[in-house]
């Protein structure tokens, strides 16, 4: 399996991963133009033709013919050429000193305050290609990428997660808030809002504060949860370094991890290397080493990210015939290297 910068080519492969998507996933819908467009915008991401509110990198999981399993994203700053939107879980407190009453209600505040900052976006692994740690991968590359060229990025990194939906699609935090002032399923809002079209939020969303309390308990117990299908995806990333800071999704609820990039498990671990050709005695090695390492190149137009076992980050560096040509690399260039999990010496 390999990471490498989407292309014009995936366009197919990226519509048949937003069918399998299904509701939810806002920023991976079935529509061929928009996902033309997001490749385009990609491309230009990394040629640095693009300026910075607009850029934003997307890549795939090839598989060994080299066609999409998988889809993950970046975006470079966001909310700079449109509003970027969520609520913030704070508290109103309410007092009655001549009552002797005293509440503290859990309220929600329409926000911007993750403008600017960058995203971990668009992710999703074909289903049957989970397993092997192919996920983990698809996931962490792009913080492995975002170390690499650390200058693209700014301080803080965000990741809205997935929010709890049904089987048909429900969402109860949408049923009981956003409904209301919309007027339109979840679905629909969910798709006019990741093919681009949210001037509708800014016009219809309610600019005062909602209280909590006021909705159902079937919505209030999804706030800052995710979907069933998003817990493996939650779970690693906060084992990263990322941590829910009280921002959940607009639509669904779903909480949004965030960290300073300087901050993250990958970012302090990571180190390099020179390619260089594998050992002999590697080769004669009876059983791979069960550590795994996320191990890349350092080419912006060409990036490429690979898993390898091995004994040690050095031993990492070592790479087979193979693995030079997935890399696009020649002996005594550049690796950057770190441990697919964290607590691997």
Known sequence: MLIRPVAIKDLDGLIALANEAGTGLTSLQPNREQLKARIERSIQTFRQTAEQADQGYLFVLADSNDEPVGVCGIEVALGLSTPWYNYRVGTVSHMSASLGVAQHVPTLFLSNDHTGHSELCTLFLAPAARGNQNGQLLSKSRLLFINVFREAFGQKVVAEM???????????????????????????????????????????????????????????????????????????????????????????????????????????????????????????????????????????????????RASSTAEASHLTDREFHLLNVDSKDTLHIVPLSPNIP
């Open 162 to 308: 997935r929010g709890v939906s049904d089987e048909n699609g429900l969402s109860p935090f949408w049923e009981s808030l956003g409904k209301h002032f919309f007027s339109m399923e979840f679905a629909k809002a969910d798709y006019l809002s990741g093919v681009g079209d949210k001037q509708f939020i800014a016009e219809l969303m309610p600019k005062f504060p909602i209280y909590t309390s006021l909705l159902s308990e079937d919505a209030q117990a999804v706030i800052g949860k995710v979907h069933q299908n998003t817990a493996p995806a939650r779970k690693m990333l906060e084992a990263e370094g990322l941590q829910y800071q009280g921002y959940i999704d607009i639509f669904d609820g779903g909480a949004t991890l965030e960290a300073y990039i300087d901050d993250l498990r990958i970012i302090k671990e990571s180190t390099n290397e020179t390619a260089k050709p594998i050992l002999e005695a590697e080769t004669n090695t009876a059983e791979l080493p069960h550590i795994s390492y996320l191990v890349a190149n350092q080419q912006l137009p060409n990036f490429r990210c690979i898993l390898k």
